[in-house]
């Protein structure tokens, strides 16, 4: 009786749950030969939207290869967040060009 009680306790809970939110597009602008800032509580689904607004063709490249983005100049292009942790990040035309985002689970 005891273990029904739980079983139904832990069904409850679970029910109970709020769904995971819903993924956020968040953008990161590249002027002046330089990334904008990065977002924080960035989240694994979310989406960047990597703008270039300088007259150079740059990337954003994920050290980790979880991303390439080619971005000729005044293009934009979108990257899926799919894992999380500390994603270090460069231009390939421009190395010393970097960021980094953080990506919680």
Not at 44 to 72: C, M, R, Y
Request: charged fraction near 15%; charge should be positive.
């Amino acid at each position: 009786m005891a273990a029904a009680a739980g079983l139904a306790l832990l069904s409850l809970a679970a029910c109970n749950r709020a769904p995971p939110p819903a993924p956020k597009t968040y953008q990161v602008t590249i002027a002046n030969m330089a990334y904008g800032p990065t977002p924080s509580g960035l989240r694994t689904g979310d989406v960047i939207e990597w703008v270039n607004n300088d007259i150079f063709q740059h990337t954003a490249t994920a050290k980790d290869g979880s991303f390439d983005v080619d971005l000729p100049p005044q293009a934009h292009a979108r990257t899926v967040l799919k894992a999380p942790g500390v994603v270090a990040f460069y231009c390939r035309y421009h190395p010393g060009m970097t960021g980094k985002l953080v990506v919680a689970g």
